[in-house]
């Protein structure tokens, strides 16, 4: 009778050891470095948030941390750089939200057995850049918009669920971004070299 508990004791605590551990997943956060910095010919930076959250559904950046204003405003004091001894830049913040809406399911009985999408995540960025140099006379007025979704499956967890929600507002982020580059490039005098 101890022979039998000891041999499984000992099976068990084998089995435990054999056992692989999984790393959890991150959330991924916003990462300066991922976004090359610009200098721009302006003294200052100023960053103007005209996007007041709604606070109700489907409306959900209140609930989310980091929410999308705040990534636009941490993006901007690092990659919009002044590096000019005289003008302003401004970046007016118009839209910066988070849709989440629950997807309709199918009635039917095999849809019942399937790993359905649950749930939509829709992020939208917009802005305006006025860009004033009052020495060459230069003015500049540039829009940029962008927008990134993604779905959820029913079986994801919550951490599942926040990545997914950090990973769409990164992707409009990365968009927001080339749109406002490219237009930053493409004006005569708005860039230090």
């Known amino acids: ?39 721009i010919n302006a003294r200052k930076l100023v960053v103007i948030q005209n996007w007041k959250m709604p606070g109700e559904e489907p409306f959900n950046e209140h609930l989310i941390m980091p929410n ?4 636009i405003t941490e993006w901007a004091s690092n990659t919009l750089l002044p590096a000019g001894s005289s003008g302003d830049l401004t ?11 629950d997807i309709q399911q199918a009635d039917s009985l095999t849809g019942q057995f399937k790993d359905n999408q649950k749930s939509k995540i829709e992020v939208e960025m917009a802005g305006q850049i006025m860009w ?55 004006l005569d005098g708005m860039i230090l070299q």
Do not use: H, W
């Open 68 to 71: 999308p204003s705040s990534v």
């Open 1 to 39: 009778m101890r022979f039998s508990i000891l041999t499984m004791l000992l099976c068990i605590f084998f089995s435990a050891c054999s056992q692989k551990i999984y790393d959890e997943p991150k959330i991924p956060t916003f990462q300066s470095s991922d976004f090359l910095p610009l200098s």
């Open 132 to 186: 004033i140099q009052p020495v060459t006379a230069q003015t500049g007025f540039l829009n940029a918009r962008s927008k990134s979704s993604t779905t959820i499956p029913e079986s994801s967890s919550p951490l599942d669920f926040e990545i997914a929600v950090q990973e769409t507002i990164l992707s409009a982020l990365a968009g927001f971004d080339r749109k406002l580059r490219l237009e930053i490039e493409n």
């Open 91 to 101: 970046l007016d913040i118009r839209r910066a939200s988070i849709i989440i809406t």
